[in-house]
């Protein structure tokens, strides 16, 4: 509603065709609703109930011609049980002490993010991302959004960004050490969303797109039960 009672409407776009970031030799578009400046926590969380993700204060859902293999999924916290390697990952991180903080710059935090890019996705573009990038990227956000911060003694480990929607917690970005051996820090941390969202009464954890052949993508059905949003309705996947 704007100042004076009357709905605003929301409007929808579609890119260009661009590259495929997960999915090599194929071309894919974003549905992209605006204005940005305009979607707030209430309106978000309808949207991510509807395949919506956000960059920043990009609010998008994949909108290809001729594929559709990025399937939005959440996590039922309620039903959730880890398997045997996700709480040999949480034992194995039951040191790291967590808080959550408000979208505030830290220094250790955008070196942490740094290196994390640099090992992980050197060559992608985000390696090159300075502290403007990084600012809009991780601290710019028209919803309710924090940062949980995890530290092993005074270093920080990991970072990792999350809306709080009505309906759930929505895991937006999440990085940490690359150079730590046998580590588990991903598996740990939707472990400990799935926890905050149950302390918070909420039923879900929304986990992104799962997309079945990119490696990437595809570890995400280790977590059981999960829903994806199929033909526009929410249902469990195998």
Known sequence: MNPRGHAIQLQFYATAPYPCSYLPDEMARSQVAVPSELIDTRT??????????????????PHCDTCQACVPVRLPVADFEPNRSQRRASRLH???????????YSEAHFRLYQRYQAARHSGGGMDEDGREQYESFILKSNVASFLAEFRDGGTVRMVSLIDQLEDGLSSVYTFYDPEIEHASFGVFNVLWQVGLARQLGLPYVYLGYWIGECRKMAYKTQYQPIEGLIAGEWQPMA
């Open 94 to 104: 039951a040191n790291l002490k967590s808080r959550i903080l408000g979208l505030e």
């Open 44 to 61: 978000y969380s309808q949207l991510v109930q509807h395949g919506f993700r956000r960059s920043g204060q990009f609010v998008y859902r």
